[in-house]
Each structure stands twice: as structure tokens, then as C-alpha cells.
């Protein structure tokens, strides 16, 4: 069997198809609509319009699991009609689901727009194992291997303003959610950076919070719970006191709490 067609595509509610890992069975999208949860969960509350709009030429991204684009597609979109150029670095496992993704069908209305040119960058990174694409007036880098090597490996110096955090769950792919990993974005994170991810995992919000960053509640999209945002100097929705501290036991367990353990709360 061809190994890309082990990846099984999928419809999601709102037309767009998301695919299934042949390993765990985990889709890469919530079934209630990919491409909404690319926009919702993923484009929209990074700010990057917010920040081209008050005048930013240039907007760095770091996309964490490149899938089948859906994420980047949507931050493009996100920019349009703005002078602002996004530079995307993203990182890929698996040359398999992006060749899949491929041959997947566009789906429908301004995705198939969005998405097009999106699918012919991919299509030609993939061609040369990895590489870099112009997009808009930015540019894309696709990286393929571990991230936690790949994302040690860049020489690149560059903060970036947004990170999609947007790898398969804790319970299937714990390796991108530890706590050496989040500390290695963190550290690539600018002072207004902000990191969106689906998981509200307590261990999750928690391990962000111990690497320095303030988190915060993430969107609902549809019916799915809150995700998570975490960065510096935004004002992100806070928790209620009492999963605040609990939140900042978890980060900073013994009994004085580190400097910033407050913070699981908006950000200040
Ligand atoms: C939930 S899907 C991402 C969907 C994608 N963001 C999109 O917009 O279509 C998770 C992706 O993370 C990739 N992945 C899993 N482990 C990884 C790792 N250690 N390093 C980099 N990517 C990884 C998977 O191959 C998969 O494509």
C-alpha cells in the first residue's frame, strides 16, 4: 500500500476534510470543522491581524505540525488586506501527511481560495524534502523531523509573535508537550507573543506556565472546551481564582510559589 493513503481523509462538519493517523487513529482536526478550528482556534486569537492593523509590517510564526496546512492557510487569511508579511517556520514529522494532504479535496468557498496556494508551496517544499516558499508577500519554511530537534537546531535567532501549537494529544504524542520542548518555544517567544493550543489539560496550562509564560483561557470553538493561550505582555481571559492557584501549585509546586506563579490569571 502506498503510505501516504494510510493517512484516511476525513469530512468535517463544515465541509473541510481533516486526515486520521494511521498509528493512533487521532484526526488533526476536531471533526466539527478543521478549517474553523484553524481560523477559531489557531489564526484569530494569535492577534495577528490585531497587530498589522495597529501597523506591523512583518509577523513572525511558528507552526508546530504542519499537517495539512489548514493552521497556515489560515493565518494568510487572517492578513489579508493588511500591508503585513508573515514569515512562518513550520515543522513537520511526517512528509507522509503533508503528501496526503495533497491529494485531499479543497473544500469548499474561500478555502479552496486560501488554500490553493498554499498546497502548491507545500507541494514543492515536499518535492526537495523541506525547504522554503514565498506566500503572499512572506515566506514559508517547512522543516521536516522532530521538532524538539528541528526547533534546537534553528540558527535563526528570530522571536516569533505567534505559535500554533497543534500536535496530536498528550496521550498519543506526549514528546511535544513536555516540559523541555514548551521551554524551548518559550524561548523563542517575543514580548507580545502569543501561543494558542487545543489541549486544557491542567498539566498542560501548567508546564506553560512553568517555562515563564502567563496562560490564559483559549476560545470555544463549537462545542469543544476552551483551549489554551499563553504568552507575555497580553491580556489574555483569565481563570477563576481558585483554578489560578491551583494552576500555580501544579507549576511551581513547594511552599513559596516563584515569582509570576500569580499569573495563570489575565496577564498584567
Ligand atoms: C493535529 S496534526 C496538525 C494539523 C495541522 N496543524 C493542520 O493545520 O492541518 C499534528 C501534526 O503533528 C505532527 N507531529 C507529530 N509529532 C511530531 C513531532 N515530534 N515533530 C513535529 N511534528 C510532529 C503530525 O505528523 C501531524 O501532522
Redesign the pocket.
Given at each position: 500500500m502506498d503510505s501516504t493513503s494510510r493517512w484516511r481523509a476525513e469530512r468535517t462538519a463544515d465541509g473541510s476534510f481533516t486526515l486520521v493517523s494511521p498509528e493512533h487513529g487521532e484526526a488533526?482536526?476536531s471533526l466539527a470543522g478543521a478549517w474553523t478550528q484553524?481560523r477559531e482556534r489557531y489564526a484569530r486569537p494569535c492577534r495577528l491581524r490585531e497587530r498589522a492593523l495597529a501597523g506591523e509590517r512583518r509577523l513572525a510564526l511558528l507552526?508546530?505540525?504542519?499537517?495539512?496546512?489548514?493552521?497556515?492557510a489560515a493565518a494568510f487569511a487572517e492578513l489579508e488586506g493588511t500591508d503585513a508579511a508573515l514569515d512562518v517556520l513550520s515543522?513537520?514529522?511526517?512528509p507522509d501527511?503533508v503528501r496526503a494532504a495533497l491529494a485531499l479535496p479543497l473544500g469548499e468557498g474561500g478555502l479552496a481560495r486560501v488554500l490553493t496556494p498554499v498546497r502548491s508551496g507545500l507541494a514543492a517544499a515536499l518535492a526537495t524534502g523541506g525547504g522554503e516558499f514565498a506566500l503572499g508577500a512572506g515566506r514559508v519554511r517547512l522543516v521536516f523531523g522532530?521538532?524538539?530537534r528541528t526547533l534546537a537546531a534553528e540558527r535563526e535567532p528570530a522571536l516569533f509573535d505567534a505559535v500554533?501549537l497543534?500536535?496530536?494529544s498528550p496521550k498519543v504524542?506526549p514528546?511535544?508537550w513536555q516540559s523541555d520542548f514548551l521551554a524551548l518555544v518559550a524561548a523563542r517567544m517575543g514580548s507580545r507573543s502569543v501561543l494558542s493550543t487545543y489541549s486544557s489539560a491542567v498539566r498542560v496550562r501548567a508546564a506553560l506556565l512553568a517555562v515563564g509564560l502567563s496562560v490564559g483561557l483559549g476560545p470555544r470553538v463549537g462545542a469543544k472546551s476552551s483551549g489554551t493561550l499563553a504568552g507575555r505582555g497580553f491580556e489574555l481571559p483569565g481563570f477563576d481564582p481558585r483554578t489560578a492557584r491551583r494552576l500555580a501549585r501544579k507549576a511551581f509546586p513547594g511552599p513559596n510559589p516563584a515569582p509570576g506563579a500569580e499569573s495563570a490569571g489575565p496577564f498584567s
Open positions: 488533526c482536526h484553524a507552526d508546530v505540525g504542519t499537517g495539512l496546512g489548514l493552521n497556515l515543522l513537520e514529522l511526517e501527511v522532530d521538532a524538539r500554533f497543534d500536535p496530536f504524542a514528546e511535544l
